[in-house]
């Protein structure tokens, strides 16, 4: 009996082993634990290429190109450094060979031979696969017991908006994708992990890499962001704002990880109310109150009373508190953005351009060369509690419950009334737009927002510029002497083109393109 018992265990333990690698990678267990490649002198570095092909991307840690150079330099967050085919950039790219190496010499603990489609969350090892690799939407990397290594015989794909996940625990630098193939990151994606390749590379427009990309040959990136450190810092409520009589939007310093949130984790006083959910998206939590709990005016205290985690799994420091500002009408509340015309993390400006109002630059020592502004912050605290306020203001309207509905790119043109325009796709400014009526303009766009050359956006009927406002979740491009009314909030590129007017704001947390332009605060 003890001989056939001890038989089908050997038996089940040979089928659990036996079974290819399809869709989802098995669960199996390494023989010996695998190694993070040696990275050497790469290990410092964002983006390696022969030749970089960029448009307006930014790298927190070094750059490096080859003897193709770079088509337009890379932003890079000090204390990173740009190398141009120097000893430096000579050093790392043999450093990576050696990574590559020794990432290919790993023993494989799962196998599939033929192309796969990931979809499924994944324990640590080194999964081999035998011809090209997809992404078609969310992976999770959810166990944080040792080192992730893709060794990828053919292609890498991700779709656009995709995104690997890393489970409470899991850091970016246990992560490797050793690609034989091209890769190629899908627009709008969030990506982990250091890409190891001989192939070319290119990163979609607005990606995030948390992670390296480091390749021998060519990369293309448009508009992303790399950041090459792991997280290691607790999340902190930084804002807040009254929504509503019955909601309240908290906004954290990251994305938080939804499984850690719920509605006991939060106290709301001044007035006292209960919270009945919290419902998370990204980095702005909203916390749901009984009918009535608030009134207009009203600045309830919220106190952090439990822990919640960020998604690389730092635990939030208890009793925190911020005061909610007061809700009104239906504004977007700009805090202490509201006196900058022009707040961005890079700007980028060729000819004089006025501002009537201030000037916020996230990058110390930036010459943006604006020909007139009221005052200018560089990285200073009084830039950093404005970008923190526009944070919260873009909450405030990726929040807001749509008034009028419209499927795919849509293009603006006519008249519109007040209220919340939501439209699923691009927007397209093509002629004369006018906004008619006293009330809020809010215009909430999946896409990019594009405005054709010598396009007018009009008030009548007692519409106001201080009321309306752009939100576009991708990059914004205003045509050369074209003119806008209302404020962008933005997390991505703005580029204002030569010429053009805006009697409003631009407030983004990514990159502002201008050249001899005017903007007017209300």
């Known amino acids: 009996m003890k001989f056939k018992v001890a038989s089908l265990f050997i038996l089940l333990a040979l089928l659990t082993f036996s079974f290819p690698l399809n869709n989802a990678i098995p669960t199996?267990?390494?023989?010996?634990?695998?190694?993070?490649?040696?990275?050497?002198?790469?290990?410092?570095?964002?983006?390696?290429?022969?030749?970089?092909?960029?448009?307006?991307?930014?790298?927190?840690?070094?750059?490096?190109?080859?003897?193709?150079?770079?088509?337009?330099?890379?932003?890079?967050?000090?204390?990173?450094?740009?190398?141009?085919?120097?000893?430096?950039?000579?050093?790392?790219?043999?450093?990576?060979?050696?990574?590559?190496?020794?990432?290919?010499?790993?023993?494989?603990?799962?196998?599939?031979?033929?192309?796969?489609?990931?979809?499924?969350?994944?324990?640590?090892?080194?999964?081999?696969?035998?011809?090209?690799?997809?992404?078609?939407?969310?992976?999770?990397?959810?166990?944080?017991?040792?080192?992730?290594?893709?060794?990828?015989?053919?292609?890498?794909?991700?779709?656009?908006?995709?995104?690997?996940?890393?489970?409470?625990g899991v850091t970016s630098d246990k992560v490797f994708w050793l690609i034989d193939g091209a890769t190629s990151?899908?627009?709008?994606?969030?990506?982990?992990?250091?890409?190891?390749?001989?192939?070319?590379?290119?990163?979609?427009?607005?990606?995030?890499?948390?992670?390296?990309?480091?390749?021998?040959?060519?990369?293309?990136?448009?508009?992303?962001?790399?950041?090459?450190?792991?997280?290691t810092i607790a999340p902190i409520m930084i804002s807040a704002i009254a929504l509503s009589e019955t909601q309240i939007s908290v906004t954290f310093s990251e994305n938080l990880d939804a499984l850690t949130v719920n509605a006991v984790d939060f106290t709301v006083t001044t007035p006292i109310a209960t919270v009945n959910t919290a419902i998370v998206s990204g980095e702005v939590v909203i916390l749901n109150?009984?009918?009535?709990?608030?009134?207009?005016?009203?600045?309830?205290?919220v106190f952090l009373t439990g822990i919640v985690s960020d998604t690389a799994g730092n635990d939030s420091v208890l009793l925190q508190t911020v005061v909610a500002s007061a809700f009104t009408t239906g504004a977007i509340f700009l805090g202490n953005a509201e006196p900058f015309g022009l707040l961005a993390y890079d700007i980028q400006n060729t000819n004089p351009t006025v501002v009537t109002g201030d000037v916020g630059s996230g990058l110390a020592g930036q010459s943006p060369a604006i020909g007139t502004y009221t005052n200018i912050h560089f990285n200073d605290p009084v830039y950093a509690d404005a970008n923190n306020d526009l944070i919260t203001a873009i909450g405030d309207v990726r929040n807001r419950v749509c008034d009028f509905d419209y499927a795919g790119a849509t293009v603006l043109i006519n008249t519109f009334p007040p209220g919340v325009h939501c439209i699923d796709g691009v927007a397209n400014i093509t002629g004369t737009l006018q906004l008619e009526g006293t009330g809020v303009y809010i215009f909430k766009i999946t896409g990019a927002l594009n405005s054709a050359v010598g396009t007018q956006v009009v008030l009548s009927a007692g519409a106001d510029s201080s009321q309306v406002f752009w939100a576009p979740s991708g990059a914004t491009t205003l045509g050369t002497n074209s003119h806008l009314v209302g404020t962008i909030l933005s997390n991505v590129a703005v580029t204002a083109g030569v010429g053009s007017s805006i009697d409003g704001r631009i407030l983004t947390t990514g990159t502002t393109t201008i050249s001899n332009s005017h903007i007017t605060i209300p």
């Open 185 to 231: 990151i899908g627009a709008g994606s969030t990506f982990a992990g250091t890409v190891l390749t001989n192939a070319a590379v290119t990163v979609g427009a607005g990606s995030d890499i948390n992670g390296r990309v480091l390749t021998t040959a060519a990369a293309t990136i448009s508009t992303s962001t790399i950041t090459t450190a792991p997280d």
């Open 28 to 168: 199996a267990t390494a023989s010996s634990p695998p190694a993070s490649p040696p990275l050497g002198d790469t290990a410092s570095f964002g983006l390696l290429a022969s030749t970089i092909t960029n448009t307006l991307s930014t790298v927190d840690g070094d750059v490096g190109s080859g003897t193709g150079g770079q088509t337009a330099p890379v932003t890079v967050v000090p204390p990173g450094v740009n190398h141009k085919n120097n000893a430096a950039y000579t050093s790392a790219n043999a450093d990576l060979l050696n990574a590559i190496a020794n990432a290919r010499a790993q023993t494989c603990d799962t196998t599939n031979a033929a192309a796969v489609t990931l979809t499924d969350s994944y324990p640590h090892g080194v999964h081999c696969i035998g011809g090209a690799a997809t992404i078609p939407g969310t992976i999770t990397l959810n166990d944080n017991g040792g080192v992730y290594l893709f060794k990828i015989s053919g292609a890498l794909a991700t779709a656009a908006a995709s995104n690997v996940e890393l489970g409470i």
């Open 289 to 301: 109150l009984p009918s009535s709990s608030l009134s207009p005016g009203d600045t309830p205290t």
